[in-house]
């Protein structure tokens, strides 16, 4: 069965503590690995796609990885703005469409 | 830039009563989604739909059917809401199948008492 687990379920730092977010990931034939930011009321918003190990991208103070098994996403000296829940997310294995989602990591950054 | 836009924002039915949720994009996207997301449980894809005129369920499509009314458009209907419907619905659309990445609307949230 396709599985996007992501850890922690919530995180709170304080403003400039660095760390990091982890996506790990079941699904054979692995076509992307996304990862999305949500702000309260809000819907997903498009980060970075990843498609194979050993990639990486980077967005200001955000740098997303990818393994074999799993992805993370770095966040470096964040800010408050950067409070949101992220979410992981990979299309399902078999050629199915739309995507499979973690239930995503609560960000939280104190001043 | 509108993207995907969503109606309506909220919305309180009663049991058994019926209702369609409208989503429309402007980025002349192939393929639209419907999702819910629901505390604890992440978001899970209802229905979509890969072009015009075709639709396929997803991992949670009991009680809904949609409809692609035209490339622009795709909605989500409760034909008897139940109280297990409650939830937030997202509509999104992308390019290229579910490998590319998805537009989301703002969301419908949805109370059924």
């Known amino acids: 069965e396709d599985q996007v687990t992501q850890s922690p379920e919530a995180l709170r730092l304080q403003e400039g503590e660095s760390s990091s977010l982890n996506c790990s990931y079941t699904?054979?034939?692995?076509?992307?690995l996304f990862w999305y930011r949500q702000d309260p009321g809000k819907g997903p918003e498009f980060l970075f796609t990843l498609y194979s190990a050993g990639e990486e991208k980077e967005k200001e103070r955000l740098k997303a990885t990818l393994t074999k098994k799993e992805s993370f996403l770095h966040i470096t000296a964040p800010k408050p703005e950067d409070s949101a829940t992220y979410l992981c997310?990979?299309?399902?294995?078999?050629?199915?469409?739309?995507?499979?989602f973690g239930k995503g990591t609560h960000l939280i950054i104190q001043p | 830039n509108a993207g995907v836009t969503q109606t309506p924002k909220f919305q309180v039915l009663k049991t058994g009563q019926s209702m369609t949720l409208q989503c429309a994009q402007d980025m002349n996207h192939n393929s639209m989604y419907w999702y819910r997301q629901d505390p604890g449980m992440g978001l899970r894809l209802i229905y979509y739909s890969a072009s015009e005129g075709t639709t396929d369920k997803g991992e949670v499509p009991n009680g809904y059917n949609v409809s692609r009314l035209n490339k622009r458009e795709f909605s989500l209907r409760l034909e008897s809401a139940a109280p297990s419907q409650t939830s937030v619905y997202f509509c999104a659309s992308s390019d290229r199948r579910g490998w590319t990445e998805a537009f989301f609307g703002q969301g419908t949230r949805l109370t059924v008492v």
């Open positions: 699904v054979s034939g692995l076509r992307g």
């Open positions: 997310a990979a299309p399902p294995g078999g050629g199915a469409d739309g995507l499979t």
